[in-house]
């Protein structure tokens, strides 16, 4: 089985800290991953060394974070046959709408959208856990604590109603 990984592309340093919160859960599931840089705009052809880089035997997964005009997660996803998971950071400067971008792709195009850094680490181990039962086994259990967490909170809200 070939090695499993995460590369998150990022249009600018800016984007940092928004994927490390990607990074984080990836940490959860034992998924090396790396960030790196590049601007369908600006550098595209940095865009495709990226690709290029990429050894054919691993089982990659490729996460975009791309605000404003996201062309960076359609470049990406026209120029290679793995998975692309495009998640745009929320933007206060323009309500949200530049969402748009990253939503309304080129046809052919095949890649998914997200807006939460949780959930596009969650999307990218799943599609990394296709045949992998122990990978598998790590979501179920994420999903396991996540639903003893509600089911803890539900019976510590109830005592404070009135019956």
């Known amino acids: ?5 995460v590369k998150i592309i990022m249009g600018s340093e800016r984007d940092l800290e928004f994927c490390k919160k990607i990074g984080t859960v990836l940490e959860i599931f034992a998924i090396p991953y ?8 600006k550098t595209p052809n940095k865009v495709l060394e990226i690709l290029n880089e990429d050894d054919g035997d691993l089982n990659l997964v490729y996460v975009t974070v ?33 969402i748009f971008s990253s ?7 095949g890649l998914a959208t997200v807006l ?31 639903k003893e967490k509600i089911y803890k909170a539900d019976e510590a809200v109830r005592t404070h109603g009135q019956r």
């Open 1 to 5: 089985m070939s090695e499993k990984f």
């Open 66 to 98: 791309a605000g404003r005009s996201n062309a960076l997660s359609g470049f990406l996803d026209a120029n290679t046959y793995r998975p692309v998971i495009a998640c745009p950071p929320y933007s206060d400067k323009f309500a949200g709408v530049d």
């Open 34 to 41: 790396e960030y790196r840089i590049a601007s369908a705009h």
């Open 116 to 146: 939460e850094p949780e959930t596009a680490a969650i999307l990218a181990a799943k599609i990394l856990a296709f045949g992998d039962k122990e990978l598998i086994g790590k979501i179920e259990n994420y999903q396991k604590e996540l």
């Open 103 to 109: 939503l309304r792709m080129p046809s052919g195009s």
